[in-house]
Structure formats: C-alpha cells, structure tokens
T-cell receptor
C-alpha cells in the first residue's frame, strides 16, 4: 500500500471549516483514499472514502486532486466534538476477496477544535 | 445494532498470566479484525478473519498470541503468558466485505495492563 503524509497537528476554531491535508504521492490507480478518526479513548470511526471524484456525506467532504497525489478532508463547521486524531489511509482493492482489507493506520493528524 | 462489542473493557493482570479478550462483531459482517494500539507504535493490525477463517496473521507478535473465531458472532484473542510489553489497547473491528466499500466498524477497545 502507498504511504501517506499528514501534518502532526492542527488547530481550528469552533464553527469554522477544518481542512485536513494528506499527501499520497505514490498512490496507485486501484487505491482508495479512506479517512478515519479516533476520538480520545474510543475506537476509530469511519468518516469517508473516495477513489478519484470528490465525495460528500453527512460528516465531511473529501477533495481529491486530479493527479490523486493528495487529498483534503473538510469538516465544514467544526465543533468541539470533532477534536480527534484523523487518519488518512490509502488502501488497495485488487478485487481479490482474500487480500487488501487491512487498514494501515499511520500517525494521523491531531485536530484540536477550540472554542 | 449495538455495534462491535468487546469485553472486558479493562483488564489488569500480572506477568505470566493468561489473558483472553473477547469480541462480538456486527451481525452479518463477514470480516473481523484485531488491532493493537500503543503510544510508540500506533494502531497495528494483528490478524483478520474472513468467514471465521484466519486470512492474515502476520501481525501477531509471537507465539504467545493466538486468535480464534469459532463462529460468526464470536472471536477471542489470547495472550499466554502475558508480559508487560503487551500492555496496550486492543481493538476489534468488523466489516461487510464487498470488495470496494467495506467500512470497518471498531469496538470500544480493551485496555490491557500487564504488571
């Protein structure tokens, strides 16, 4: 799986948009970009994923550059409850049902939302 | 659905003792994962199952660790004998593998302390 690079930490004011960047310059054509987050003392929580198109759900938006070498997770109106470690993960799906389902979590970005 | 259930939530034991961690995946999910999280190494995949069969156990640290999945609704991770360096939070996760959008749902974790 390709590796990702994320900033160690970021701050965001409550109510503002939080934009979390991720570099994945060696991503392959069949690798998806996944975002998970982990709130303190809880298990990781799925946020969103995408392949090449931008995606949006009730939690966040995912913007993937045209060359797919980087992406940005956007929390449109951050709240104090969004304070967490955010993980950007690229994961291959080669169609083999017995491979590629593991998630390789890196260090993530520690997002602090302040009042 | 109650989500992924793990027990116990906290376990304190002495070096040399056997420890058994338990997990009940979300009903209908056919993949089950065991992860370990420490400050030093972050989140690491230990082993995962597909339809109760172990697929990849390359992350299991050593022979002291073993995992079983006797049926679709129950899995155990056993450490025998336990050592202080096994102290960590152990997460279980499950997913319904479709090959493309298999989001992993994590349990609350078991915090293990080996004295």
């Amino acid at each position: 799986d390709a590796k990702t690079t994320q900033p160690t930490s970021m701050d965001c004011a409550e109510g503002r948009a939080a934009n979390l960047p991720c570099n994945h310059s060696t991503i392959s054509g069949n690798e998806y970009v996944y975002w998970y987050r982990q709130i303190h003392s809880q298990g990781p929580q799925y946020i969103i994923h995408g392949l090449k198109n931008n995606e949006t759900n009730e939690m966040a938006s995912l913007i993937i550059t045209e060359d797919r070498k980087s992406s940005t997770l956007i929390l449109p109106h951050a709240t104090l409850r969004d304070t967490a470690v955010y993980y950007c993960i690229v994961r291959v799906d080669d169609g083999d049902s017995n491979s590629g389902y593991a998630l390789n979590f890196g260090k993530g970005t520690s997002l602090l939302v302040t009042p | 659905d109650a989500g992924v259930i793990q027990s116990p939530r906290h376990e304190v034991t002495e070096m040399g003792q056997e420890v058994t961690l338990r997990c009940k995946p979300i009903s209908g999910h056919d993949y089950l994962f065991w992860y370990r999280q420490t400050m030093m190494r972050g989140l690491e995949l230990l082993i995962y199952f597909n339809n109760n069969v172990p697929i990849d156990d390359s992350g299991m640290p050593e022979d002291r660790f073993s995992a079983k999945m006797p049926n679709a609704s129950f899995s155990t991770l056993k450490i025998q004998p336990s050592e202080p360096r096994d102290s960590a939070v152990y997460f279980c996760a499950s997913s319904f593998g479709t090959g493309l959008t298999d989001t992993q749902y994590f349990g609350p974790g078991t915090r293990l302390t080996v004295l």
